[in-house]
């Protein structure tokens, strides 16, 4: 049994890190200089904030999707739905820093806040821890929309 957790931990976490790594290979290749030039809102966080937030809130995300996996009434349509999310999370960094394409950006994450919805509903009905880790995740997104409306109204 703890054999399973640790290899299905171990899963998890790839999963959820290789969506860090691919976003963040994209953001710190082709965020500048186009980033830089960029007029900003004045609540925009400073650059040394991103790195430790989404570090954070994937480890909570790992956390909640593994417990889910380890709860009694799991269901696999609901892992594939955080999978799903994960392609979102990634797309959004690529959309963004490669493409430059800040209103497709928008619309991506606003289908990324709406999976993270439905996957704290989902947890929620099986696993409240799972549930309250995923609330960090959906507030710094919801966050992170209101960034983006604001760079698309500046720029």
Do not use: Q
């Not at 966080?45 to 380890?70: C, E, G, K, N, R």
């Not at 594939?80 to 392609?87: A, G, K, N, R, T």
């Not at 959309?95 to 806040?113: R, S, T």
């Amino acid at each position: 049994m703890l054999k399973n957790k640790i290899l299905s931990f171990i899963l998890f976490t790839l999963a959820t890190y290789s969506a860090s790594a691919i976003g963040g290979f994209a953001t710190i290749t082709f965020k500048e200089p186009w980033y830089s030039l960029l007029i900003k809102p004045s609540f925009n966080p400073p650059d040394w904030i991103f790195a430790p937030v989404w570090t954070t809130l994937y480890l909570m995300m790992t956390i909640a999707i593994w417990s889910f996996w380890h709860s009694k009434n799991r269901d696999m349509k609901t892992v594939y739905i955080y999978l799903i999310h994960l392609i979102f999370n990634t797309t959004w960094s690529v959309v963004f820093f490669v493409l430059h394409k800040m209103i497709l950006a928008l619309l991506i994450l606003i289908i990324l806040i709406y999976l993270i919805i439905i996957l704290i509903l989902r947890f929620k009905r099986v696993n409240l821890l799972s549930s309250y880790l995923m609330i960090p995740y959906l507030l710094w997104c919801s966050f992170a929309l209101v960034l983006n409306v604001s760079l698309i109204l500046l720029n």
